[in-house]
């Protein structure tokens, strides 16, 4: 009887919408309500740690998560009618100091007009040659405003971080490094790059650092630093790139308005610092769809530029104004 009383209760909360529920947690963790709904609570806090488990609340840094795709899954709880779509509240998912092994998270949740900050502190996520990505940003809302901090990214076959959607986000001082199938030893899986994006705009990589990024086999010089396909208005700012075995940034399919600039770049890149490319059915068999789009307007400046890497350097050529370390003149950098 009791049981069912509590039911009908959380029902006509729900219905009144007196604000969102944290979920139906695991009951293991005994939270029940939590301070994230509590009005006067103006940024929700979770904990997560590589000695923590899955089954605690994660509300404290004594009771720390273990993973941060639990972290995700329970942000996502807390909104019934419409999953992951936010909390109306700012979110700060602190990562405790550590290696997280085979650590793969997709990250769905965010909100609209709410930051979500991932906040690492000597805090290393190790793929162990994992064929995954470090992190896939999936989010549910267009504007997704996730902000990645201080966190290394190694082992993961494929790459670091992949950005699917959104735009709003932000990539601070995070480093990627011993990326691809040169170190894993598995030439069937070439890693793409450090960063990919797909779909977003207004995203933010600053400070970050690219080392050792390299594929073997069939795979040399696919891999990249940075790859911004089919998105506007991204900026890469004051990071580094070196021993990078592809062209360090990779322009795709209609890649609009895009800067990188303040950066350094030293023995990186297979053909340029910077190139552009599209899938084209009369050069390219194997095209997923449609002809790809030309990118415009995406402006190169202000790096500095210290010769590609060994591997490629008698295929490296200066096209368009990728050599220069000034701004560039071109309306289009493409080679």
């Known amino acids: 009887m009791g049981s069912t009383k509590l039911r009908l209760a959380l029902v006509a909360l729900v219905g009144t919408g007196m604000g969102p529920l ?27 740690a590589s000695s923590g488990s899955d089954s605690n609340s994660g509300l404290s840094a004594d009771r720390p998560l273990r993973t941060l795709q639990r972290a995700n899954d329970l942000l996502c709880q807390q909104t ?11 979110v700060k998912v602190i990562l405790a100091p550590g290696t997280y092994p085979n650590a793969s998270t997709v990250w769905s949740y965010s909100d609209w007009n709410y930051a979500t ?10 793929g162990r040659h994992s ?32 950005l699917g959607g959104g735009r709003h986000n932000r990539i601070y001082r995070n480093t990627f490094y011993r990326l691809g199938s040169y170190y894993s030893k598995k030439p069937e899986t070439p890693a793409y790059a450090g960063i990919y994006m ?36 991204n900026r890469v700012t004051g990071s580094t790139f070196s021993n990078v075995g592809g062209d360090p940034i990779r322009i795709r399919d209609a890649a609009n308005y895009n800067t990188i600039s303040g ?8 053909k340029a610092y910077i190139s552009d490319w599209r899938c084209v059915s009369s050069a390219t068999k194997t095209c997923p769809g449609p002809d790809e789009s030309l990118s415009w307007h995406n402006s190169f400046r202000d790096n500095v530029l210290r010769g590609p890497h060994p591997w490629h350097s008698s295929g490296f050529t200066a096209r368009y104004c990728y050599d220069l370390p000034g701004p560039c003149p071109s309306l289009r950098i493409a080679g």
């Open 22 to 48: 944290f979920g139906l947690l695991n009951p293991a963790s005994g939270i029940g309500l939590t301070l994230c709904t509590d009005p006067s609570v103006t940024v929700c806090k979770l904990w997560v």
């Open 131 to 162: 064929t995954d990505w470090g992190l896939h940003i999936a989010p549910k809302s267009s504007r997704s405003n996730i902000q990645v901090f201080y966190i290394k990214w190694t082992r993961y076959l494929r790459g670091g971080v992949i």
């Open 117 to 126: 900050q991932i906040v690492g502190q000597d805090v290393v996520m190790d």
């Open 263 to 270: 950066s350094a770049f030293t023995n990186t890149g297979r």
């Open 80 to 90: 019934l009618l419409r999953p992951c779509s936010g909390i109306g509240k700012n």
């Open 198 to 233: 797909f779909d977003n705009q207004d995203t933010s990589i600053e400070r970050s650092v690219f080392v050792d990024i390299l594929n073997s086999g069939s795979g040399y010089g696919l891999e990249h630093g940075v790859y911004i396909t089919h998105s506007s208005y």
